[in-house]
């Protein structure tokens, strides 16, 4: 009934037992060799990755924005300065409501819609890990408020940094241009290395110096608490200053080119002709660019958007205008070192001046005409019909070539970007803008610079400092720099000039007749009467509206957008000049009773140290001393002898038009009614 159990095997199950074991044993070591593997590689090998992630959630590196460098006028007033402020940033991983947040901070701190869209645009630009300021220049109450709430609001926090100012508010608008906020295209073209800025430069010298001016951002380690508030810093790179520029500026100069305009809108530059820099250089209206750091308003933007005398226009870059007369002295001195012309020969002015075949005439200021004219007399009283012979006779390719090498056609290079090259009358550039061919007659209105001609202020005056003292220099404003306060100014260097003309005696021929411009029977002499130095120049008017037939238009019967503009170009001394200068007056009528006027105010301001009526320099301080004032370097008793020597010039005037004349001694001039006549009326 009963089956018999087998009998164990226990040598059997032993063996099993043992492979059991064994395999057991051999899974343990194996794993056991894994784990200290693992932990090998994890203390070993990645020591330093995971200890740098651990220090990471420890220690912060908070990017430290470098002071922007400052710039200087020429005597060291401050022009472009940076003041200590508080900005309000907002990190947005570390906030969990965002829109609620916003709502609360708006409960204490004054923010615009124009301040959430403007944060809303750059959230969008930046990761979610770095700030994005929400409001410029927090106020002490703000955040008197936000300190009692702050708790209430992590990833917002209040930091330090410096802003912008510009002292002199709109006087240098157009020279210092103006830093704004970073946008979304500024930080691609700055990269990540320099996304902590907020603020970059949008234009003038604070855009073409901008690489120099910001400086390089640093670094330092914070650390951090398990909120990730700060608890100290531990480590830091320093940052570095951004360069300080010195100007050729100067800022007493600037206010008295300002002041000599009143209210008339133009452009206006003065250089030294010896160096090419920039002694004041105005665009009128102007702006003020501390409107532009902080995020100008909706409503100021429209203000200026909207005015019909667009302010932040730049004239001075930008604004082409036909040179009128004021190109005559360079067509002169072109058909001069042509061999076309030599400084004796003579035309026959009769008033008009016809083509061949052609029954429109081209008309000379005077309408009963000038007489025989020679080179001199045409740039003193502007001898239209001189002009249109000798444009006829040059041939537009060699009035094209020779108006080119002076400069006219290409931009000067001046430290400002956005410079246009104007345009130099040609058949090419005539069928380019007009589609149209050349006719014998543009060449006539091109050699009065009327027709196709567009020349910027600049080409002027760098044109007229060649003029003065025999080379053409590049206009420049910055002249030096320095890597902060420890370090010292250093010369910026400058490219050599080059000669105007090969042949100094055409030169003096053109100056000459610069000089007789400014004396009695020349189109300036008003302007130059009882002056104690003598001036040279040259007057103009480019017309906006073309005459009908032979027609003259009266300027003032004019709306003010088509008057002409009223042109002066000249340089003082005559005999050693130190100060060139070109101008133009929107809508003025004549170069002889608006532009050259402003042009006198100018010259005294700088030679004799006479501000305008009304205007007190800025301080005791001056940088140069001409006729015992202003005008020339103080440590050099060569010029300081010449300037004193100027102040007789008038007594001396080796050259007029006609018969020699003496001129009144400055000392005691007579009444305007007791000087002779011009010949002629307003001249162009």
């Not at 002490?140 to 926090?157: I, L, N, S, T, Y």
């Amino acid at each position: 009934m009963y089956r018999r159990r087998p009998s164990k095997n226990l040598h059997a199950e032993t063996e099993q037992f043992r492979r059991r074991a064994a395999l057991g044993f051999a899974g343990v070591l194996l794993t056991l060799g894994f784990l200290g593997g693992w932990y090998f590689k994890l203390q070993v090998l990645d020591h330093e990755i995971y200890a740098t992630r651990s220090e990471a959630n420890r220690i912060k590196a908070r990017p430290v924005v470098p002071g922007r460098g400052l710039i200087y006028d020429r005597n060291g007033r401050l022009l472009a300065e940076n003041v200590p402020a508080f900005r309000l940033d907002v990190t947005p991983d570390k906030v969990q409501d965002m829109e609620a947040t916003l709502a609360g901070l708006q409960k204490i701190f004054a923010l615009s819609d124009e301040d959430i869209e403007r944060f809303r645009q750059s959230r969008k630009a930046r990761r979610s890990f770095m700030p994005v300021t929400l409001k410029l220049r927090v106020s002490d109450e703000e955040m008197a408020r936000f300190a009692v709430d702050r708790w209430r609001f992590p990833g917002v926090e209040l930091e330090p940094y410096l802003t912008r100012r510009y002292p002199y508010g709109d006087l240098f608008g157009h020279i210092i241009g103006y830093v704004g906020r970073v946008d979304d295209k500024d930080l691609e073209e700055l990269g990540e290395g320099n996304a902590a800025l907020s603020h970059i430069g949008k234009s003038g010298l604070e855009r073409f110096y901008e690489a120099q001016l910001r400086g390089k951002i640093g670094y330092e380690q914070v650390e951090t608490n398990v909120q990730g508030r700060a608890i100290r810093t531990i480590g830091r790179v320093p940052a570095q200053s951004g360069t300080d520029l010195r100007l050729s500026i100067d800022a007493d100069l600037q206010r008295a080119m300002v002041a000599a305009f009143g209210e008339q809108e133009g452009s206006a530059v003065a250089i030294d002709p010896r160096t090419g820099e920039i002694l004041a250089m105005v665009s009128l209206p102007s702006y003020d660019p501390n409107l532009f750091v902080n995020g100008i308003s909706h409503a100021d933007f429209k203000r200026l958007n909207e005015n019909p005398s667009r302010p932040q226009f730049n004239r001075l870059v930008l604004g082409g205008v036909a040179p009128g007369s004021t190109i005559k002295p360079f067509v002169g001195l072109a058909g001069l070192d042509s061999g076309v012309r030599r400084p004796e020969d003579k035309i026959l002015s009769r008033g008009m001046f016809y083509l061949p075949g052609v029954s429109r005439g081209w008309g000379d200021a005077n309408r009963g005409g000038h007489g025989w004219t020679d080179l001199r007399k045409s740039i003193a009283q502007s001898v239209n019909t001189y002009y249109y012979q000798l444009g006829i006779d040059l041939g537009i390719e060699r009035f094209d070539q020779y108006l080119g090498s002076y400069g006219f056609g290409q931009h000067t290079g001046i430290d400002l970007a956005g410079e246009i090259d104007g345009i130099l009358p040609s058949p090419q550039a005539k069928l380019k803008a007009r589609k149209e061919r050349w006719y014998p007659g543009d060449t006539v209105n091109a050699s009065i610079g009327q027709g196709l001609w567009k020349v910027t202020p600049l080409q002027l005056v760098r044109g007229i400092g060649g003029l003065a003292s025999g080379q053409l220099r590049r206009p420049h404003l910055v002249t030096e720099q320095r890597a902060g306060f420890d370090h010292d100014w250093a010369p910026l260097p400058q490219p050599a000039g080059k000669p105007i003309t090969p042949n100094p005696a055409n030169l003096q021929a053109v100056r000459e007749g610069m000089m007789a411009t400014m004396q009695p029977g020349g189109s300036g002499w008003r302007v130059a009467a009882g002056a104690q130095y003598r001036m040279a120049g040259k007057t103009g008017t480019a017309q906006v509206v073309s005459r009908k037939g032979t027609a003259a238009v009266n300027p003032k019967s004019l709306p003010m957008h088509l008057r002409h503009r009223a042109l002066f170009v000249g340089f003082a001394p005559a005999e050693d000049p130190v100060i060139a200068i070109a101008i133009a007056v929107e809508g003025g009528g004549y170069g002889g009773s608006a532009a050259a006027p402003i042009a006198r105010k100018v010259f005294d301001a700088w030679l004799l140290g006479e501000m305008p009526e009304g205007l007190q320099p800025l301080d005791a301080e001056r940088g140069t001393v001409a006729l015992g004032v202003t005008g020339f370097d103080t440590e050099d008793p060569a010029l300081l002898a010449r300037g004193e020597q100027a102040a007789l010039a008038l007594e001396e005037l080796p050259f007029l038009v006609g018969a020699p004349v003496a001129p009144p001694s400055p000392q005691t001039p007579p009444p305007p009614a007791a000087l002779p006549a011009p010949a002629t009326g307003e001249r162009r």
